[in-house]
């Protein structure tokens, strides 16, 4: 594998992450968010990544694969299935007949694990990255 295709690899895995980052925040922004455009509550989202599946050897896979698949790939942003989280609160504007109120399905707690293990994969990207730089830079050193 040549220096730009790492690079190519760990920067498309930062843009990955980048928007696991972004729907995580999105997620914690609105946890108390009852009315959406859409008319109920906000329903949590999540990132889904793609790999590449490998043929009977890695060294096979690795020669067939092409350079936009030698990356990491958001392949779809889901919205959790889980119910909507229901609070007895007679006084709020979006409570039905009974004063329940349908509160969005984010854990917040999850949310925040998501980000910091966002952030970490971003950071071990970052790494990856001046790495590759740092083998760059003393190939180049040791060619003179």
């Known amino acids: ?14 843009k ?12 914690l922004a609105n946890a108390n968010t009852t009315k959406t455009i859409e008319g109920g509550p906000y329903r ?14 890695f060294q096979a896979a690795y020669n067939s694969v092409d350079d936009r698949l030698r ?5 779809a942003i889901q919205e959790d299935p889980n119910p909507f989280r229901e609070v007895y609160d007679p006084s709020h504007p979006d409570a039905d007949a009974n004063g329940i109120v349908k509160m969005p399905n984010v854990n917040t707690a999850e949310q925040m694990v998501d980000l910091m293990s966002a952030r970490r994969d ?8 001046d790495t590759i ?8 050193e040791i060619s003179r």
């Open 1 to 14: 594998m040549d220096f730009m295709t790492a690079m190519k690899i760990s920067g498309s895995a930062l």
């Open 16 to 27: 990955a992450e980048r928007t696991r980052i972004n729907i995580a925040s999105m997620n």
């Open 44 to 57: 949590s989202k999540s990132v889904v990544f793609g790999a590449t599946p490998l043929d009977n050897s």
């Open 71 to 75: 990356k990491v790939n958001v392949t």
């Open 122 to 129: 971003f950071d071990a990207n970052v790494s990856a990255m």
């Open 133 to 140: 730089k740092a083998m760059a830079l003393r190939s180049l």
